[in-house]
């Protein structure tokens, strides 16, 4: 065992190097956002004019790609879009004109408050539930549970959206289809994705609970005479931190995914539909800076995850030397 | 650790907070909601950018907030806006407006050549706008004195009323909209126009408030607050409707699909109204396809189309390219290909194609004879099911047809840059009420720039000759010798007549249709009344 | 034999629709009582009666047959793209666990970079440069998916690799692959098992998903996913077009997930 003045140096290295990291997987996503978008069919100034209703003639269409660089080479083109991120600038998205950072901020508020709360609800409903379910594997609750996870897991997003939105504002009309202004309006896409998330969360941490508690040491605690009700589960889930930990991060862009749809359904301002909509716009500046903007987010998450990693396994070290014990 | 109780806990917990959230806010009074007319539309109207010059913005929201010079009444006539009347020259170079007296803008400003003379020139001096005649052929704009104004153009002008009579971008816009006041070049700030109505609140991608503008100089104006909500979900229209979230959805601004109509049929609470359109859904083909090059097979998937099929039979039947509101369209001029699956077949084998029972199709030396369809259904959902119809009609010709479902920037970049299609599903645009400007950028064929739906040389030259006359009645006989030609060469095959279908709560009184469809209602005409 | 069924009713009944749906699926063009192409328009949007027991959609075409059709191309395909996934998984996952340092966190910044990048944009490109067919569909759906699988693998991996038995067989001289194939996988199977099984109806679904952009299966397919995206249009008028196919989407799903448990409580 390292002396303690060895072991934070350790950590400080380990730290820099995956600091170091960091920045060179973004530098790599940027590049391959960039390059992505320059091969996908269709061009961002034909798109624009055709959007307004002008005909793309070519020498309007030429004019408009000068303005925006993409007459220049590739590197050309990234080279100076990096220049412009490094100064804290975004560019201008090409159909509105407007700073892509105002733009995305003014967006991110309703998405935020979206995800955020169909990802707390789907933790701290699917912990608990799923570890019960796999302590109690094969009780009848745990099959009905089971049984109703299956069923979670075979209807799309945008069908439950739909069915949720139908019964609880049509049939029986309690709560408001659209929009986002109050918090009852974030009730129905709360739900809707909270409850096609947690289906597989309960599922992965019931399957995850059966498996490890078969591992040698909690056997070995059983037959120490650790109480199951109790202790066990909270025993259980120190050992589970990490998979779990793993799970919730490679989770994470699917929160993403799914918030896209929610918002194109109940037509929330948000951000994730302002992306997909450049996307489908190709206007180039909103889904690099976006796209940046979300892998930032998941990056810096799974960075933090790592370091939890670290905290909750003393034998795990940063970087090196990982896998010995 | 919590354990997996105290978990349980902060889940209930969250969920009362989050209920109990819902019970302090309040749902805006009665009295409040009986003002306000919400209407459902699927694109955010960007009311902050509302500048009349340019194509920002929602063109329904710029019609409802600035008047144009003259209006479009149908059937290729103009009648006065805020033009009262108007005289062109005989060589189409010339034209004078004279403008209405005593009109102000929104703001109290009179309405008068100096506003005029500001927007002509500031839309003038937009590059987007390049491409429009009034553009491309503008010398000067003279104000002589205050309700005169003199337009002066380079050659022989023919559109200028119908470009004028657009959403835009040549609608009147006071010159205080932009700092520096009345400066061309300047920032816009306000839209400040004519119109029945002026912007109180804009909340993006959420709603647009309209109120109505106090100085109105037609009409009386309205007594109630337009409310433009933006909902992009078809379905989450359709149960806004239900819900009464909304009280009015349709026509191109805020489409309800077709498939749903029939939950607010037969229904006491609702009322669905229908108007007229100018747009239509046509295939456009590709000529460099060896079987398409072929007359014969032109014809022959014309006559093998059942139109009456599309859309479950609610479509006018359909003959040429362009819907009867159409200008320059009249009963007869337009001919067309009756659904004749026959004759259809003789032409195929007229052309030495043989019938393959087996598969049942027909062969060119051991080639079927087969066709790639290229969709988009982003923008017009009810193209994928009349694709499938269309490819079921010409199955039983014998045709066979691969639809290729593209994504929206895709299928563009196929019509527009690769042509890698056989056909293609299109429409004409809803501004296409004097079809010149549709053909010309459609059909027109030059060496500079090839024809994108059909290259034909005495079609292009026809094009070119209706540009240069002014007289109405010489430009009616020319596009009669278009639809004519058009047909002949059986240049694309025509699929439906679109509708305007609106549907609104039965507490909505009032409601009529406008002229254009880029300005569909009267909105100033609507009233709701309590059942 | 009998009392082993007897035992397990319901993954006995799993597996027989399993085999079922693959034999009907591959019998389609013999078996279904309508050719699933063939529309009729004074037949649509029928309500399901006995002569079309899931009614028939907005081209009048027999909802039964097309879903007997559709079998081929939403089943099948599914697990030749998540056998793929899982390979690509193993093999990376285990490799980089392996092989560590530099190479493994390369890894890590490739799977980040996967993960984070919004899939619609990828499934775009791939489809847009590669053009049409389902292959490369199916190829954009994998690359999308196959980070997920590599990091969770990776991280499995490394909590086996400290299990007692593993520290066990290294003493006894055992090494490298033989533990891997031996030991570690064997062990990790069952969640990944796990994740296999609960992917089958999300595939299905993206595949569906896929059809909201125009990417996917095209007309006049009987692609389950396809059909359940049009029937959600059709939710009010005729909800019988989104039932079916999505009550088979569920048959399907809850046989695999059935099957799964029971073997994964064999172990």
């Known amino acids: 065992m390292a002396l303690p003045e060895e072991r934070s140096e350790v950590m400080l290295r380990s730290m820099i190097h995956r600091l170091f990291m960091l920045v060179v997987t973004f530098v790599l996503f940027s590049l391959f956002v960039f390059t992505l978008m320059r091969l996908a069919p269709g061009d961002p100034a034909s798109m624009l004019l055709l959007e307004i209703g002008a005909v793309p003639e070519q020498s309007i269409v030429a004019d408009l790609q000068k303005q925006w660089g993409l007459d220049q080479s590739f590197i050309q083109q990234y080279l100076a879009w990096a220049n412009h991120v490094f100064q804290g600038e975004l560019g201008h998205s090409f159909s509105s004109g407007e700073p892509v950072l105002s733009e995305m901020i003014e967006r991110l508020g309703s998405t935020s408050k979206l995800i955020a709360s169909s990802f707390l609800l789907t933790l701290f409903i699917s912990i608990p539930i799923g570890i019960w379910m796999g302590l109690n594997e094969g009780t009848m609750a745990d099959r009905v549970v089971y049984s109703m996870t299956i069923l979670g897991l075979s209807i799309p997003l945008y069908w439950l959206a739909i069915l949720l939105m139908y019964a609880l504002g049509v049939i029986w009309p309690v709560l408001p289809v659209v929009g986002s202004s109050t918090t009852r309006h974030y009730i129905l896409p709360v739900t809707a994705m909270t409850l096609v998330q947690s289906v597989y969360f309960i599922r992965m941490v019931r399957s995850y609970t059966i498996q490890y508690s078969k591992f040698s040491y909690i056997e070995a605690a059983k037959a120490r005479g650790l109480r199951p009700s109790i202790f066990y589960p909270s025993y259980l889930l120190r050992s589970m931190f990490i998979p779990i930990l793993t799970l919730i991060t490679t989770s994470l862009p699917s929160f993403f995914g799914a918030s896209i749809i929610t918002e194109t359904i109940f037509s929330f301002p948000g951000f994730s539909k302002y992306m997909l909509e450049a996307i489908f716009r190709r206007d180039f500046p909103v889904i690099q800076g976006s796209a940046l903007f979300v892998a930032a987010f998941i990056f810096v998450f799974n960075f933090m995850t790592d370091l939890l990693y670290f905290l909750a396994d003393p034998r795990v070290h940063l970087d090196k030397q990982r896998w010995e014990v | ?531 | 034999m009998i009392s082993i069924i007897r035992a397990n009713k319901l993954p006995t009944a799993a597996l027989l629709y399993i085999i079922l749906l693959i034999i009907t699926g591959l019998a389609a063009p013999w078996i279904s009582p309508y050719d699933p192409f063939h529309t009729n328009h004074q037949q649509k949007l029928l309500p399901p009666s006995v002569a079309h027991p899931f009614g028939t959609d907005y081209l009048g075409r027999d909802l039964l047959s097309r879903v007997i059709h559709g079998i081929s191309e939403s089943v099948f395909p599914v697990f030749i793209v998540l056998s793929v996934v899982m390979l690509i998984g193993l093999l990376v996952g285990t490799w980089s666990a392996f092989l560590g340092n530099k190479l493994d966190m390369l890894m890590m910044s490739l799977t980040d970079i996967f993960t984070a990048l919004p899939s619609m944009l990828l499934t775009i490109v791939v489809v847009g440069f590669l053009g049409f067919g389902m292959e490369n569909v199916y190829f954009a759906v994998i690359l999308s998916w196959w980070a997920k699988y590599v990091r969770i693998i990776r991280g499995l991996i490394h909590d086996v690799k400290k299990e007692p038995y593993i520290t066990a067989s290294r003493v006894s001289g055992a090494f490298g692959l033989r533990i891997i194939t031996r030991h570690m996988i064997p062990n990790i199977m069952p969640q990944i098992g796990t994740m296999l099984i609960l992917d089958v109806s999300k595939v299905i679904l993206t595949l569906s998903g896929l059809s909201f952009l125009g990417i996917g299966a095209q007309p006049p397919s009987p692609e389950w996913g396809v059909m359940l995206l049009d029937g959600k249009n059709y939710l009010q008028v005729a909800p019988w077009m989104g039932f079916f196919p999505g009550f088979m989407i569920f048959l399907t799903a809850a046989s695999f997930q059935i099957i799964g448990e029971r073997l994964r409580r064999e172990r």
């Open chain 2, 1 to 531: 650790m919590f354990g997996r109780s105290g978990f349980g806990v902060i889940a209930v917990v969250l969920l009362l907070f989050i209920m109990g959230c819902s019970q302090h806010v309040s749902s805006p009074s009665a009295a409040e909601e009986d003002k306000n007319i919400v209407v459902a539309v699927t694109q955010d109207t960007e009311a902050d950018k509302l500048d009349a010059s340019t194509y920002n913005g929602s063109r329904h929201t710029h019609a409802a907030i600035y008047d144009a010079l003259v209006d479009y009444k149908g059937k290729g006539e103009f009648a006065p806006s805020l033009a009262e009347s108007w005289e062109i020259s005989d060589d189409g170079r010339t034209y004078i407006l004279h403008l209405q007296n005593q009109v102000m803008f929104s703001d109290g400003s009179p309405l008068n050549s100096a506003a005029v003379k500001f927007s002509l020139e500031r839309a003038v001096s937009r590059e987007e706008n390049a491409s429009l005649e009034i553009s491309r052929l503008l010398q000067k704009v003279e104000a002589p004195d205050d309700q005169t104004v003199v337009l002066s153009f380079k050659d022989t002008a023919t559109q200028v009323l119908y470009e004028l009579s657009q959403a835009r971008p040549y609608r009147i816009m006071s010159p205080n909209s932009v700092t520096p006041k009345g400066d061309v070049n300047g920032t816009f700030q306000k839209a400040i126009g004519t119109g029945a109505w002026k912007i109180a609140e804009y909340q993006p991608g959420i709603q647009t408030v309209l109120i109505p503008n106090d100085h109105y100089w037609l009409e009386q104006p309205s007594d109630y607050s337009l409310v433009f909500k933006v909902i992009t979900d078809p379905q989450a229209r359709v149960m806004a409707l239900q819900s009464g979230e909304v009280d009015l959805a349709g026509g191109e601004l805020g489409n309800i699909p077709m498939e749903s109509l029939p939950v607010f049929q037969n229904n006491d609470n609702y009322v669905i109204e229908t108007g007229s359109s100018t747009m239509s859904y046509f295939m456009v083909i590709n000529q460099h396809n060896t079987s398409l090059a072929d007359k014969n097979i032109r014809q022959a998937i014309n006559y093998g189309n059942d139109t009456s099929k599309y859309a479950g039979g609610s479509g006018d039947p359909v003959r040429g390219l362009f819907q009867e509101k159409v200008a320059f369209i009249s009963d007869s001029n337009q001919p067309s290909y009756p659904y004749n699956p026959e004759k259809a077949k003789q032409l195929i084998e007229a052309s030495g194609y043989q019938w393959n029972k087996n598969k049942q199709l027909y062969e060119k030396d051991g080639q079927a004879l087969q066709l790639r369809l290229v969709i988009q259904s982003e923008e017009y959902p009810e193209w994928k099911e009349m694709a499938e119809i269309f490819q079921d009609n010409m199955k039983q010709i014998g045709i066979q047809i691969h639809i290729v479902n593209q994504e929206r920037a895709a299928y563009y970049d196929t019509l527009w840059s690769t042509k890698e299609y056989d056909l293609l599903m299109y429409r004409t645009y809803t501004d296409a009420q004097l079809p010149y400007r549709f053909l010309s950028s459609l059909f027109y064929d030059s060496p500079s720039s090839p024809g994108v739906a059909y290259q034909d040389k005495p079609l292009s030259d026809l094009l070119d000759q209706i540009a240069a006359t002014v007289s109405t009645q010489q430009q009616q006989e020319l596009f009669n010798q278009v639809f004519l030609r058009m047909h002949e060469e059986a240049m694309s095959v025509p699929i439906y007549y679109a509708k305007q279908t609106f549907v609104h709560s039965s507490q909505v009184v009032d409601f009529r249709f406008n002229a254009i469809e880029d300005n569909p209602l009267k909105w100033h005409y609507l009233k709701k009344e309590a059942k």
